[in-house]
């Protein structure tokens, strides 16, 4: 594999952008001769190929490339960092291999200098928000928090101090560092004038952030770049390294710190997935894990990344808190290959490892009140049917699935109330054979109903 000569390059992420099984790598660059960022698309073979597109073709200096499947739809969308005044891009995979450029978003309009982005579901409501961190030239500059709104697109947080609070910001990562059933967020600043400190965020639950000044014992730093979570001492709370860097040539090389978590009680799980028919680090997965907390249903969502902010990655063992909860209803895990696994009542404060596709203690919790009826069947090239529900439904995802177990259509992102609704789906594309249509909402899964193209 071999790039452009000339080239200035800052990062590389990893992705399974075409769900064969094998990750890919976009890289990005940040100056000499030729601006534009680099696809290799995996051949299986020990090598890579490099993709030429006119989509992913931007000649802007760039740092930070994240994977995600932001839209649920079963595929890896990609957001890149822009720096030096630029807006940054967000490229939605468009299923056949190909990407489409999102414009007119507030994720992809501002003119801001962006290091290092984010993704991870602050409000828990089922889809991923983003983070972006911003730094001028040796200047502060806001930074940004997009909530997801369902339907492609983002909108800027309305509360929380993310938004103001400034910053010369390189890295970041979202963590549940307290335990409590929301991520939490650190951000790194460096290159800045003036003192300059980290910044630690404490989530509310709703995507609410406030300033957390009292967790770390130092938020002063020479200079901070890279950033990650993971539970180092196995105790069951994420601890923190931070890469620090000179901030000039002449300043000393100072040391990187380490900051252990101080266990305040509360309950968690750790899971580690291990793929087969998806990349065997399970890079792109999705966990969904259901529980009451404080009374309340809660849906958490971790999405394995190998990019989870400029220069860092977090563990690939997703990390869940339940703050005094005892018990886990569920764990729905979504790999890259289309494949769901269902798991029912799992114990808190314990490390479990999923194999993909492995039976042992897999079942389907199925809510008998959730009606699916498909009419006409067998279908043509729609697909129509009616779901019964008795009750509010506030996350779900109906999935199209082939005889092998692959979803080949989704529909995500779905509220509704009760009652009997209507929905399509275009199968002109699908060939003929037998195929099986569930529901997977936060009131449990419904029978699957078979449907014959």
């Not at 890149?80 to 299923?95: D, Y």
């Not at 630690?200 to 990650?228: E, H, I, M």
């Not at 009616?386 to 779900?396: F, S």
Request: glycine share 12%; proline share 3%; net charge negative.
């Amino acid at each position: 594999m071999t790039g452009n000569t000339g080239t200035h390059s800052e990062t590389a992420a990893f992705g399974d952008y075409d769900n064969d099984g094998l990750v890919d790598v976009y890289i990005t660059n940040s100056g000499g001769d030729d601006l534009r960022d680099f696809l290799y698309r995996n051949t299986g073979n020990n090598g890579f190929v490099k993709i030429n597109t006119a989509v992913l073709n931007e000649n802007t200096a760039s740092r930070s490339a994240n994977w995600a499947d932001y839209d649920n739809d079963g595929d890896l969308d990609l957001f890149v960092t822009r720096e030096s005044q630029h807006i940054n891009n967000l490229f939605r995979n468009n299923g056949n291999g190909g990407f489409v450029k999102v414009n007119n978003d507030p994720a992809t309009s501002e003119v801001l200098s962006s290091i290092t982005a984010s993704w991870g579901d602050v409000n828990n409501d089922g889809l991923l928000d983003l983070f972006v961190g911003n730094s001028g030239n040796f200047a502060p500059e806001n930074n940004r928090l997009f909530i997801n709104n369902g339907n492609g697109g983002f909108t800027v947080a309305p509360q929380g101090a993310i938004n103001t609070d400034g910053g010369c910001s390189f890295g970041s990562a979202f963590a549940d560092y307290d335990n409590d059933g929301d991520l939490d967020l650190f951000v790194a600043n460096g290159f800045c004038s003036g003192t300059i400190n980290n910044f630690l965020y404490q989530n509310d639950g709703a995507g609410v952030f406030t300033r957390d000044l009292t967790g770390l014992p130092n938020y002063a730093t020479p200079c901070s770049y890279g950033v990650a979570w993971g539970d180092l001492n196995e105790d069951g709370f994420q601890d923190l390294v931070i890469a620090n860097c000179k901030r000039n040539s002449a300043a000393a090389q100072p040391n990187h710190s380490v900051f252990l978590n101080n266990d305040n009680g509360n309950n968690w799980l750790k899971i580690k997935l291990i793929g087969v028919n998806s990349n065997q680090a399970a890079i792109g997965a999705q966990i969904r894990v259901k529980a009451t907390i404080n009374g309340q249903p809660v849906t958490q969502l971790r999405d394995i990344s190998a990019q989870s902010g400029y220069c860092g990655q977090n563990s690939l063992t997703a990390h869940f808190g339940f703050g005094a909860t005892t018990q886990i209803d569920s764990i729905e895990i979504r790999w890259p290959s289309g494949l769901q696994q269902l798991l029912g009542n799992t114990a808190v404060n314990q490390t479990i490892t999923v194999v993909e596709g492995q039976a042992s203690g897999v079942n389907n919790p199925v809510n008998n009140a959730l009606k699916l009826q498909v009419a006409p069947n067998p279908i043509s090239d729609t697909l129509n049917w009616t779901l019964v529900n008795d009750k509010p439904i506030r996350q779900g995802r109906f999935e199209l699935i082939d005889a092998q177990g692959k979803v080949v259509r989704s529909k995500g992102a779905m509220q509704v109330d009760a009652g009997s609704h209507g929905f399509q789906f275009s199968t002109a594309h699908l060939p003929n054979g037998v195929y099986s249509l569930r529901l997977i909402s936060d009131i449990g899964v419904s029978e699957a109903v078979k449907v014959i193209k």
